[in-house]
């Protein structure tokens, strides 16, 4: 049964950059989408960007374009999600999900709260 | 970017209660739909993937239907677990998107 784990909860101050790891155990790393999302206080989830880790080819959502960086390190197995020019707006849980199949998200992490003050 | 639409906001509902949440899509997204339930300070659970296939391990009161741009969710005899908000993901196109939720409260 693969599990998601994430990094620890982050205070940042605007303007600078945070990073959120999730570590995948219990599957084949390579055989899985990883996905970032968030949820800001009292919204819905909003998809940031994915990675496909046996090609390393990241997409991202345009509104984060340039802002948003997510790697793998197939060795660990880890996949890290860099947001930078952090504003207050980016206030939010995030989360590491993976792809069930075709753009559904079956296994969570259990989230990391950023906050931007 | 497609947006989705959650209707009811808030529904509020006794144990035993058929309650159904729909969803539209502002474009055809043909059955590339999904329905997860969300409990506060908990990571989201899927339920429903391709509009009406229910997630290993998720009871059968939950269901699925719908295709193209309207969709609905329904728990046929709503549970004490069962409390919750409920939000659609449309995955036809980049960039993925969630309807704004649906709270489903006791009455």
């Known amino acids: 049964q693969v599990q998601l784990v994430q990094s620890g909860a982050e205070v940042k101050k605007p303007g600078s950059s945070v990073t959120v790891s999730c570590t995948a155990s219990?599957?084949?790393?390579?055989?899985?989408?990883i996905n970032w999302l968030r949820q800001a206080p009292g919204q819905g989830p909003e998809w940031m960007g994915g990675?496909?880790?046996?090609?390393?080819?990241?997409d991202y959502a345009q509104k984060f374009e340039g802002r948003v960086t997510i790697t793998v390190d197939k060795t660990s197995p880890t996949v890290h999600m860099e947001l930078s020019s952090l504003r207050s707006d980016d206030t939010a849980v995030y989360y590491c999900?993976?792809?069930?199949?075709?753009?559904?998200?079956?296994?969570w992490g259990q989230g990391t709260l950023v906050t931007v003050s | 970017d497609i947006q989705m639409t959650q209707s009811p906001s808030t529904l509020s509902a006794s144990v035993r209660d058929r309650v159904t949440i729909t969803c539209r899509a502002t474009q055809d997204i043909s059955d590339w739909l999904a329905w997860y339930q969300q409990t506060p300070g908990k990571a989201p659970r899927l339920l429903i993937y391709k509009a009406s296939n229910l997630e290993g391990g998720v009871p059968s009161r939950f269901s699925g239907t719908g295709s193209g741009t309207d969709f609905t969710l329904t728990i046929s005899s709503l549970q004490p677990d069962d409390f919750a908000t409920y939000y659609c993901q449309q995955y036809n196109s980049y960039p993925y998107t969630f309807g704004q939720g649906t709270k489903v409260e006791i009455k």
């Open positions: 219990g599957g084949i790393f390579s055989s899985f989408d």
């Open positions: 990675i496909i880790p046996v090609l390393d080819k990241a």
């Open positions: 999900a993976r792809d069930g199949g075709s753009g559904w998200f079956d296994v």
